[in-house]
């Protein structure tokens, strides 16, 4: 029926296209009369269904446009009917010639048209132009300028509402923007943005109709949004007002709403003063759960009133605030079983029927049409919000949060402060709710760093009240509201947002400086929600629980989430693997098929001062980091297994159940997944005794045909594996303290070695998996590696190093990255064959055409040559003796070429540069190609010692001073070596970066004999540059570098130190002057430096000290002019050592920076 329909239809419009193409237009009533008989058959079509084709469409139109005078007003408003359909209802695209024509013939028809037929001609306008914005260019300025044809009409006070109407469709539908097209220029934008504004601030106290008024601010709210979105500006000034209107419209149509909107919105630090009432009675911090706020007692009326707003506000009637107080002074009244309903948590939206819902007003569709259009605002006010905090720098929007959060109980439950949970809790439309919760969601993302200064105190303020107790207060207030909408909320779309907006909020809140409790109450309302009937939902549930189990540091709180102290009566933990039972302390009583949000289950619950299973710690502080290492109460109650790791094995792996196996939906399994990463991570002593349960799922999760199942998988065991690598390298833990034994880790990675791994590494069709996964043979710990079978270690070596020259450049990069993991094992970097394997892999990979292998490859090559360098200094001659100088002259020729690549390639290059110059034996140095590359080397420290980043800087520093470490080299009489110092010294007295500067001060200290700093003149300048250094030190531009500032200083007095132990006779001469010039300043910082408080390397200074001192007087007691004796005096009284100094008198100071490489 509809297809015959469709094909009349379609045989009617072809007809009448056929018979209008041949009219064309004479001034005659003839004419005009064929015309309008047609045009009036082409309206009666039934546009709803699609039958027109493109092409006829756009004859049409550009027929239209062509035969009907924009004078003649009817027929002129029938074309626009026409095109309106074909444009909107049709959903045709219009060529480019013809949109331009059209435009152009309805921008006339607006300027000569009367104004009865204006507001049709603006609809039909706004069709064409939606999604065309970047197609009419040299329409902007008719249209959008500020004496064009849409702003005037929106700025005249006498525009009817129709016209209004139109205009601003017009402009919101001009300010979409199509992706990746072109949009308008920056000042129409402004101009459109100035004019929607302005109407937020200007429609609400117009005279205008409430539909019509609607949907204005329904355009106006969109149009505002398209602009933030496709040119992310915001002006300053403007942002105020624009929070002020929407703040404003969210509320739109709600019971107790705002009728003006402000001029502005002002940012505040949150509130000033604490408007909780201070009842010496009912402290609000003394409130341990959310739940005393809403079970009765001896203050079950007192507290009913303390809700007076909230319960008034969702009765949603007509009442005026003072029948609200006598309503609610009546209702204390009440028998019991009325009092028992008005407990409930849930507003009265939740519970009306489907017959007085909001779409079946017995009244009529009008009040329904009216509520449906108030929602919309609403809603539209909430998507603009969600889009503005989203273009908004965080710490600008932080300073409204006042206007959008409450900041305390008082302000939470009255009803005069309105809110985003206004909206949550209160606002009977779910796609409200869901916008509130979308944009608090934003509103709370990001601001982790400004989130660091709330301040949980117990500490009573009371005429001024600190930021930092505010932040908390405010903070306290969002779990509270939260949780109250946890309980009340029933749409799973909605109640999917609410929990994901929780699990945003714990990633950002600083826990370990706030009082415990919070985290407990939110996991206690979370879990009756895992096994609710949407997956949606449980997914978001395993989020949030993942965001509880990833919070850092660790805190005892969480420990005792994880891992309950006392289990509860009616908790069965069961041992097996296959069949665990996790529904017992997981869901309260909740069932899978249904809904756990029912009020008696609620009400019950929340007499309870604690979940099944989840235990606030007692005692505990705020602002206490609890080390859950040492914690020797969780290692007494660790053996059984978690409640939430059973729940991810059971979500993860299939189950049985009443209609067979079953198997979760592909979410929840990969979330269960990353909880349990996330547990492995960060609180792995909780979880360590379910190790055995954690490898069954592994290993079944290895053989899963989903390969995202897979990944998640590989990632969950890279998590794991670190964690059991820092438990088997840990010299604080004891067996006493419940940890894996190296045997027992040794049978984990065996058992993952006989086939899981091996397949994954062989057969895996997935990069990432694959790749993941060497990552994680990475992760395996010397000690453990070691204890190996033998056939283990020979397939963990051959799989690796085949894998270096896989297809794939991730794959490589992560074989690579291992093989430099491999290669300073102990018993590895002893293998000449492996390390000779390993060498001739990483030369092969330093060709590679992918930058990021090339990086991994280069950070492999330096921990290559480290391996060599701590052979040499093991004294290992086999090693030496048996590694090839063919290979070495290689190794040394890729490090060299390596200097000139990317700055990430060159940090490393520069690394094995060094280690191999200190690692080179006098066999090498014998041969010419060896001298040959010595110098090339050093010429390529040079230029990355003075250019490229900062950190390629300093690793080139520490590399030569690592270089001078090998005194086999021809320091002194080597060319280069001047260039060297002068570098070296340059950088030690100039550079802004004080980390460079330290390792430049470091190398200048290296050369073990006097000879290698060159002649009397080199030298010193090495002394002079090491003086200047000391005053410039001083010199701090970037506040960043104060903290090595002390560093700085030492590393250059231990310099100055080395020089005096290898000073001479004949170069006091030339530092005479230098010494007379500066004297006082090298005084002063050699004083602070003597006091400077004692460390590991003490024991050197001091003997130092003693060298040099015995050295001065070595030399004092030979022939000296007057001025060499002079110098040596004054050097004496550097060198003194202050016995007498107690190490209370050292002046304590932070170290921020080691010397080593980055």
Known sequence: ?????????????????????????????????????????????????????????????????????????????????????????????????????????????????????????????????YEN???????????????????????????????????????????????????????????????????????????????????????????????????????????????????????????????????????????????????????????????????????????????????????????????????????????????????????????????????????????????????????????????????????????????????????????????????????????????????????????????????????????????????????????????????????????????????????????SRMRPGLLSRVVKQVRNFITYRDPNVRVACLTCLGAVAAIQPPLMEICHIIQPARPSSHTSVSRDIDHLNVDSGISSGNQSNSSPNTENSMIEESKENSSPGVRTPVGAHSGIQTPVYTEGSLNAHAHSVSWLVKLCVRNVLPHTSENGEHTEPLPVRLESLQVLAHL?????????????????????????????VRLHTSKLVDDLTQALQREVQSTELTDSSGRLSLQQVTEFWVSLLNGAITNILQTESNCAVKATTCDCVSNIAPQVFASLPVDKKVLCITLILGLTSDEDKIVRSSALRTVGVFVLFPCLKEDVCFVADAANAILTSMEDTCLNVRFKTAWSLANLCDALVMNKIEGDNDFMNDFSDLLLQKLFTTSIKACQDSDKVKSNAVRALGNILRYLPIRSLAKSSFRTSVENGVRALIKNISSGTMKLRWNACYAVSNMFKNTLLNFGGAPWTRDLMITLCGVVKDCKNFKVRINAALALGSPAERSHYGDCRLFAFVWESLVIALETSEDITDFAEFKYRNNLNNQICTSILHLVILLQAIDLDLLHQVFLERSQVIAVHFDRFRTSPQDSSSALTEADLIQAKDHLLTLLSGHMTEGQRSALCLLQQLCRIDENLNEEERVQEKSAFKEIYD
């Open 1 to 129: 029926m509809m297809e015959s329909s469709r094909h009349g239809e379609r045989a009617t419009f072809q007809n009448c296209l056929k018979r209008l193409l041949k009219i064309t237009h004479r001034d005659d009533v003839s004419s005009k009369t064929d015309i309008n008989v047609l045009v009036d058959e082409l309206i009666a079509l039934d546009y709803s269904q699609k039958f027109v084709d493109e092409e006829d469409a756009n004859n049409l139109i550009r027929h239209i446009c062509k035969i009907i005078p924009v004078y003649e007003e009817q027929m002129s408003v029938k074309a626009c009917q026409i095109i309106h359909s074909l444009t909107a209802k049709q959903q045709l695209s219009l060529e480019q010639q013809v949109l331009q024509n059209t435009t152009e013939f309805l921008i006339s028809a607006v300027q000569r048209i009367s104004h009865w037929a204006t507001a049709e001609i603006l609809q039909t306008l706004g069709a064409v132009v």
């Open 133 to 511: 914005i970047d197609r009419l260019s040299q329409f902007h300025e008719v249209l959008l300028g500020s004496q064009g044809v849409l702003i005037p009409l929106i700025k005249e006070n006498a525009t009817s509402e129709d016209i209004l109407k139109g205009a601003v469709q017009c402009v919101e539908n001009l300010t979409f923007r199509v992706s990746s097209e072109d949009y308008m220029e920056d000042k129409y934008a402004a101009i459109c943005f100035h004019t929607l504004l302005e109407l937020l601030h200007r429609v609400p106290v117009a005279n205008i109709e409430s539909g019509i008024q609607c949907k204005i601010l329904i355009c106006s709210l969109r149009g505002l949004q398209n602009l933030l979105t496709a040119t992310k500006i915001m002006p300053s000034e403007n942002l105020g007002p624009l929070l002020a209107g929407i703040r404003a419209f969210m509320f739109h149509g709600l019971p107790g709403a705002p009728v003006s909107v402000p001029e502005s919105l002002y940012p505040t630090p949150l509130s000033q003063y604490d408007p909780s009432p201070s009842s010496p009675t009912k402290p609000e911090p003394q409130t341990n759960d959310e739940s005393s706020a809403k079970s009765g007692g001896p203050k079950k009326y007192k507290k009913k009133k303390a809700k007076k707003g909230a319960e008034a506000a969702r009765n949603a009637t007509a009442k005026s605030s003072q029948d609200k107080d006598e309503d609610e002074n009546e209702e204390t009244e009440l028998p019991k079983s009325r009092a028992a309903e008005s407990v409930s948590f849930r507003p009265n939206w939740a519970k009306i029927s489907s017959s007085e819902s909001e779409y079946s007003d017995t009244e009529g569709g009008q009040s329904s049409r009216l509520r449906s259009q108030h929602a919309k605002v609403r809603q539209c006010a909430l998507a603009c919000l969600h889009t503005t905090i989203k273009s908004i720098n965080k710490r600008v929007m932080f300073g409204y949060w006042s206007s959008f959060i409450p900041d305390s109980i008082a302000a939470g439950n009255s009803p005069q402060v309105h809110t985003l949970f206004t909206v949550i809790l209160k606002d009977p439309s779910p796609k409200c709710r869901m916008g509130a919760l979308a944009a608090l969601t934003a509103l709370i993302d990001g601001t982790k760093t400004l989130m660091a200064t709330a301040d949980d105190s117990e500490q009573k303020f009371t005429t001024f009240v600190p930021f930092s107790a505010i932040l908390a207060s405010t903070i306290r207030e969002l779990h509270r509201c939260l949780l109250l909408a946890l309980v009340s909320e029933n749409i799973p779309l909605t109640l999917t947002q609410l929990i994901k907006c929780i699990s945003t909020l714990i990633g950002n809140v600083p826990y």
């Open 680 to 708: 492995a991570k960060g609180y792995f002593p909780i979880i360590r005794n379910s190790l055995p349960i954690l490898l069954d799922l592994i290993l079944k999760c290895y053989m899963d045909q989903d390969q995202v």
